[in-house]
Structure formats: structure tokens, C-alpha cells
């Protein structure tokens, strides 16, 4: 395990090198003088010139670089241009709440997805079979801004039922339940989309499963149906199920970024959101970041799980 | 136009024994395509309502009611159904139907745009990669686990941060993020095609690489592609929308679907159908385009048929 664990960890190297110097471009790239940018139009020469040497602006591109990753490493992500305070400070408010979105709606799209996708597999071509298909399917084309309109405008415009953005209520303060009833409408948004996904891949990989000879063994030694699926087979159809959840948490902290926007729930993707308005990059930069960085350690973990579950993963390779 | 192509098995592990259910009789590709696509009516609404969204867009100019431009404010957000006004008026009083029609002008060229730049550049380095083997292989595979590595949208955002607003600049941010699944889906037909007896025997009469590529293992992977050029579209059509949605890529008052949603969002709650109209051709676009690719996608590869 030791020696897989250490494999995964190496293989990770480049990608994160990679990723490191395309954000690092990102900020690069972008036509304009980030001193200027700073000081602004009116400032003089000598202390445009006196910024850029502080920031390492005079420098070769690869020394920059260099600076650049060695503050990164630590957090240190540079300045917002609009608000004056440090990126980190600003992501890291943040990027708890993101976290919260993200696995309320990992929740709902892993519960939903799943039974879902086990029940249509064990009754291919019913009627549940094809609604569950059909709703994937649906789920699979629907734009997470406009789902997310249409459950504003229904359960908050419409029926009033729910709060149509925001984390708490300004008036009750910050509560456990305020914070549940805001939660609900944004996780259901991206959890069902992220769940027809969840669905259809548990139905195609527990159909692969159920065609196999330990199933028959199961069943004709006696073993309850309920125990044959759910335990047995599911079991067996678990790989290709923990990968799509993977691929899922990637899918949902993007599409964050949107039903943040749409809820004004006040996590990365907002923040992200008023940046670009304001073309604050170094804000913009740092989110994308920070994101790319989760999203690779969640894959680094599924590979990990990947270990446990399949030991001929372990050993092949 | 694909019916002289031969049928390639997919690509992934079928190591289980196919159920008696997904045998399907060998049938010619025509009859498969007759079936699948023609005589199942979701798929064939799917592919009417793809005909009529793109005649639309062609001759928006000729079709469209009102100058999707014209400014009316004394006709301001009227309700769907206003007679003159069948998809009612945004919110300085522009028809959202003859919008909507110009609109598709822009967002259907910019998901199609990509996706063909993405095919031929991902079908390219797919081709490369996986025929070649090697360091090549090696550095174009890293590149794309970089692209990877980035939750897609987030990747459009940070080049469309980058390139700045425009039409131009929304195709080349979403076409980056589509790539890879050209590149990936060629480089493993090709190294499955590279040592089957008849590229040896294309090798062996003296045929050069590039040849051999274009001549024999790019036409086995044509139907696998078609499949897979739909589906993307789709995405990228949502792909596009969101790039709007979030202020970034084409820009309002530029006629489309994205950015009418997200300018409609101001007026909510007073006259909701000025977001959700153009969200539901977005999404009725998307549904339409994975029908269409996954009826293709059954047509042409029956081992992948959905039960």
C-alpha cells in the first residue's frame, strides 16, 4: 500500500506543475501593468518603478515564476486590487462555504443518484427504469443557472416558501436552521443535476455486475434479493461508482462557481464573480486556485480508495 | 455519409460476457440508423427540433419579427402571449422572440466553432499521441491531464479572464476545455488500430505514416467521433451560456442565450419569463443534441446500447 500510495503521490508531480504555471500564466497574460493597476493613473514614475521592483516585475519571467510558487506554497496569494486585502484572507472566509455547498449537494446527488440508479438496473426497461433515464437525461442537459432560476422563482418568488439567496437571515442572525433552509434550494440544484450523472453511471456498472456468476451463486444459495443487491453486487459495482463521484465533486466546486452567482450564496464562485466584474485578477487567480487544488486532492483520493477497494489495482501498477 | 464506415467495438474494458438482451442481430448500419434515430420519436423530435432552431438562427434575419435590438420601453417586459408578442418583450422593450432567433445565430456558432477546432486539434494530437507512443505520447497525455485537472468551467473562466470579452475569445476558452476528449477518444483507437494486420499490411505495400493515419485509422474512428461531436456540442452550448451568464465571453447587448438569461435576472420577480425563456431553449438545445448523439451513439455501436 505503502509503495502504491508513494506512486500516486509521484504521478501527481507534473500535473500540479502544470496546473501551477497555467494559473501562474493566467495573471501574466493579461494585457496591462498590475503597478499601475495598483497605485493608479496618477501615479508617478519613480514609484511605478519602485512598485515593480517590490513585486519582482523587473524580473525574468522564470525568476518570477519562481517567487510566485514559493508564496503560493505558503497562501500567499498577492493583493485583491479592489479591496486592498490580502487573497488568502478573502479565499479562506470562503471557501468553507463553498465546501459546505459542495458536499450538501454531493449528499443529495449521491443518495438520489444511487438508488436511483440500483432500482432502474434491477428492473431494466420498466416504467421506473425509463423515469429514472429520462430524468438523467434531463439532468445531464439542464443548465445549473437556469434550474436554479426556476427554483427561485417557484419556491421563493411564486410560493415563498424558501429564501431566494444568501447564507443567513439578516434579520435572525447566523443559525443552524437558517443556514439549513438557505442550503436547500442551491444543493438541489446542483445535486440533481450532478445525481442523473450518479444515476446512470450505478445503473450501467450494477448491470455489468448483476450479469455476473456470484450473483447466480448468491441468489441460489438462498440469499435474500435485497442482500444480493444491495451488498453483493453493489459492492462488486463499487469502482466504477467512486470514480463518477469523484468526477462529480470536480463537476459540483465548478458548477459552484454558477449557483453561487444565482443564490448569492457567499462562497468562492461569488467572490470569483464580483472579480470579474471588477477585473480584480489576482482574486480571480486565486479561486481558480484554490479550487484546481481541491479538486486535485479529491482525485488523488479517489485513486487512494481506488486501493482499498480493488487490491489488483495495488499490485498491477 | 457514414454508411461505408466499418463499426468500431468501443474502446473500453467489455471484459464481461454481453447479456442475451444486448445481442442485437446483425443488421446493415442503415437500418440500425433507420431505427434508432428515425423511428424513435424522442430522438427524432430531438432531431426536428434541432432543424428548426438552426433554420431559425440562418434566417433570423428573414424570419424574426422586430429588430432584436430595437429599444421599446413603452412595451417593457410585456408578459408571454401579448398579441404581436409571442414570447413577450425583455426589459426595455425588445422582442425576446426575435432575439432569441438572432441569438442563436451567436450561441450555436460558438458551441459548434468549438467543437470543430476541438475535433481537429484533439483528433490530431489523439493521433499522434497514440500512434507514435513514446515521449510524444508522454508530453501531449501531461498536457491534457492539466486541462484536466481543472474543473472545466473554471478553466473557460480563467482564459476567458485572460482574452478578455468577444465572440472569438468565448470559442477559443470553451474549445481548450473540450479538446482532451477528442484527444484521448483518437489516441485509443489509434493504438488499438496500430498493430492490427491491416495498418501492417499498409505498412509493408510501403504506405507512409501520415497515410496510414489519415487513410486507415482515422476512417475507424469516424462514427465514435460524429457520437462524440454531438454530445459536446451540447455541453458546449452550456459551456458558452455559463461563460455569459457570468459576464464574461459575449457581452450584453449582443443577442444571446446566455447573456439575455443573465440580464433577465434584474427582473425576476416581476416578469420571470424574461430568464427562464431563453434557459429553456438553452436546455431544450442541450436535450435535443444528447438524444440526437446517444440514438447515433446506439446506432452505430450496438455493444453500447442502453437496456
Known amino acids: 500500500m505503502a509503495g502504491y500510495l508513494a506512486i500516486r503521490l509521484f504521478s501527481l508531480v507534473p500535473v500540479i506543475f502544470g496546473v501551477s504555471v497555467a494559473v501562474f500564466l493566467l495573471l501574466k497574460l493579461v494585457p496591462g501593468d498590475l503597478a499601475v493597476a495598483l497605485l493608479g493613473p496618477e501615479a508617478g514614475p519613480n514609484e511605478l518603478e519602485e512598485l515593480r521592483h517590490q513585486l519582482g516585475l523587473d524580473q525574468p519571467m522564470i525568476v518570477q515564476y519562481w517567487i510566485w510558487l514559493q508564496k503560493a506554497v505558503v497562501g500567499d496569494l498577492g493583493y485583491s486590487l479592489q479591496q486592498r486585502i490580502p487573497v488568502q484572507e478573502l479565499l479562506s472566509a470562503r471557501f468553507q462555504n463553498t465546501l459546505i455547498l459542495t458536499l450538501a449537494s454531493l449528499a443529495i446527488s449521491i443518495t438520489l443518484g444511487l438508488v436511483a440508479g440500483v432500482l432502474s438496473a434491477t428492473r431494466p426497461r420498466s416504467l421506473l427504469d425509463r423515469f429514472v433515464m429520462l430524468g438523467a437525461l434531463f439532468g445531464n442537459s439542464m443548465p445549473a443557472f437556469w434550474l436554479g432560476i426556476l427554483l427561485i422563482v417557484l419556491f421563493a418568488v411564486q410560493l415563498g416558501w424558501l429564501p431566494s439567496g444568501g447564507m443567513f437571515s439578516v434579520r435572525e442572525g447566523p443559525s443552524l436552521g437558517g443556514l439549513l433552509k438557505h442550503l436547500i434550494l442551491p444543493s438541489l440544484t446542483l445535486g440533481l443535476i450532478s445525481a442523473g450523472m450518479v444515476a446512470r453511471l450505478t445503473r450501467s456498472a450494477m448491470l455489468e455486475s448483476l450479469g455476473q456468476d456470484f450473483v447466480r451463486t448468491a441468489r441460489s444459495k438462498g440469499l435474500a434479493e435485497y442482500v444480493v443487491i444491495w451488498k453483493h453486487t453493489l459492492k462488486n459495482a463499487s469502482l466504477p461508482i467512486v470514480t463518477i463521484i469523484g468526477t462529480q465533486f470536480g463537476f459540483l466546486l465548478g458548477g459552484a462557481v454558477l449557483t453561487e452567482t444565482v443564490f448569492a450564496w457567499p462562497g468562492v464562485g461569488l467572490l470569483m464573480y464580483a472579480a470579474i466584474g471588477s477585473r480584480d485578477l489576482p482574486v480571480i487567480q486565486g479561486g481558480i486556485l484554490s479550487i484546481a487544488v481541491a479538486f486535485t486532492s479529491v482525485n488523488l483520493f479517489v485513486d487512494i480508495i481506488y486501493g482499498f477497494l480493488d487490491p489488483r489495482i495495488r499490485y498491477g501498477k | ?307
Open chain 2, 1 to 307: 455519409m457514414v454508411n461505408n464506415v466499418e463499426v468500431k467495438p468501443r474502446m473500453e474494458n467489455h471484459n464481461t460476457a454481453i447479456p442475451p438482451t444486448r445481442r442485437i442481430v446483425d443488421r446493415t448500419l442503415r437500418r440500425r440508423l433507420r431505427k434508432r434515430v428515425i423511428s424513435d420519436p424522442f430522438a427524432f423530435a430531438a432531431l426536428i427540433l434541432l432543424m428548426v432552431v438552426t433554420l431559425g438562427a440562418i434566417f433570423a434575419p428573414l424570419v424574426a419579427p422586430y429588430d432584436p435590438y430595437a429599444v421599446n420601453n413603452a412595451i417593457r417586459l410585456k408578459p408571454p402571449g401579448t398579441p404581436g408578442y409571442i414570447l413577450g418583450t425583455d426589459e426595455i422593450g425588445r422582442d425576446i422572440l426575435s432575439r432569441l432567433l438572432w441569438g442563436g445565430r451567436v450561441s450555436l456558432r460558438v458551441a459548434i466553432m468549438a467543437v470543430v477546432i476541438a475535433l481537429i486539434v484533439g483528433v490530431g494530437l489523439g493521433l499522434l499521441a497514440g500512434f507514435f507512443g513514446g515521449f510524444i505520447d508522454h508530453i501531449i497525455m501531461r498536457i491534457l491531464d492539466v486541462v484536466l485537472a481543472f474543473p472545466y468551467i473554471l478553466l473557460a473562466i480563467g482564459i476567458a479572464t485572460v482574452l478578455g470579452p468577444g465572440i472569438t475569445n468565448a470559442i477559443l476558452a470553451i474549445t481548450v476545455i473540450t479538446i482532451p476528449v477528442f484527444a484521448r477518444l483518437m489516441r485509443a483507437t489509434a493504438m488499438s488500430i496500430r498493430e492490427q494486420d491491416f495498418v501492417q499490411a499498409a505498412r509493408a505495400v510501403g504506405a507512409s505514416t501520415p497515410r496510414i493515419l489519415i487513410r486507415h485509422v482515422l476512417p475507424n474512428s469516424v462514427s465514435v467521433l460524429i457520437v462524440y461531436a454531438t454530445l459536446e456540442t451540447g455541453r458546449m452550448v452550456i459551456a458558452a451560456a455559463s461563460l455569459s451568464f457570468l459576464g464574461l465571453g459575449i457581452q450584453p447587448p449582443e443577442a444571446d442565450w446566455g447573456a439575455m438569461l443573465a440580464t433577465g435576472r434584474a427582473s425576476l420577480t416581476i416578469a420571470p419569463h424574461v430568464a427562464t425563456i431563453p434557459g429553456l431553449v438553452i436546455f431544450a438545445v442541450t436535450l435535443a443534441l444528447n438524444l440526437v448523439g446517444e440514438a447515433l451513439r446506439d446506432a452505430l455501436d450496438p455493444r453500447s446500447i442502453n437496456l
